[in-house]
């Protein structure tokens, strides 16, 4: 079946360490985006990529780096740097240029820094 | 600044109820404004508004937009407990960027 996969579902880091989250996908999709989620501040987004090789800075993006040197694959690093880790990130994906908007989600990962 | 304010953040009502979340938007040439339904994990979609006044319907669902007013309401009739879950608003703005900008998100709780 087709969609996104994000991986690990769960994860636990202490402070200092970097972490790598996983998105795959195989839509087909040329744009893949990360989004953040914190209680009661909907989705903000970290970074977005349209095409191999190219990402763009999304609105909070200190403290993360991605790569795509895949079509299929856009993985998020939270570095030390990021102040405040502990949330809940959304990998999605959409048609190049994302027509009128519908973006397609993974089931997200929870990050918690102890 | 590109801004999605939804109303109200919570909302706790019984079966058999009526709900109206509110979605309001002040954003560079607007694109589309869209429903997301989050109830674990994934938000799922559930509709894309481009035109003012056209009623989009799924089930007891139903959504319109006002691009005269900047906003849109999402209504649930004779809810149920499967329809508690987050409701999260977007708006697509100019460009090609394919990138939302959300709102906050209405929690909604359907009591038995």
């Known amino acids: 079946d087709g969609g996104i996969t994000q991986s690990p579902k769960y994860l636990f880091r202490k402070e200092g360490q970097n972490v790598t989250l996983s998105c795959e996908q195989n839509?087909?999709?040329?744009?893949m985006y990360w989004y953040r989620q914190d209680p009661g501040q909907g989705l903000r987004l970290i970074y977005y990529?349209?095409?191999?090789?190219?990402?763009q800075k999304g609105d909070i993006a200190e403290g993360y780096s991605v790569s795509r040197e895949k079509k299929e694959s856009f993985p998020l690093t939270v570095t030390s740097a990021q102040k405040n880790p502990t949330a809940f990130y959304l990998c999605a994906s959409s048609l190049a240029g994302g027509p009128t908007g519908e973006l397609f989600f993974g089931e997200g990962s929870r990050l918690t820094v102890l | 600044e590109d801004k999605v304010v939804q109303s109200p953040l919570s909302l706790v009502v019984h079966e058999g109820d009526t709900v109206t979340l509110n979605c309001s938007y002040e954003v560079t040439n607007f694109r589309s404004l869209l429903w997301y339904k989050q109830e674990k994990k994934a938000p799922t979609f559930l509709f894309m508004l481009t035109s003012s006044g056209i009623e989009k319907k799924s089930g007891r669902l139903s959504s319109i937009l006002d691009k005269k007013e900047l906003f849109s309401i999402l209504n649930i009739t004779a809810t149920q407990t499967g329809d508690s879950a987050i409701y999260l608003c977007?708006?697509?703005?100019?460009?090609?960027?394919?990138?939302?900008?959300f709102g906050q998100g209405t929690t909604l709780q359907v009591k038995p």
């Open positions: 977007a708006v697509a703005p100019g460009g090609n960027t394919g990138k939302l900008i």
């Open positions: 990529s349209q095409i191999v090789n190219d990402f």
């Open positions: 839509l087909n999709h040329d744009a």
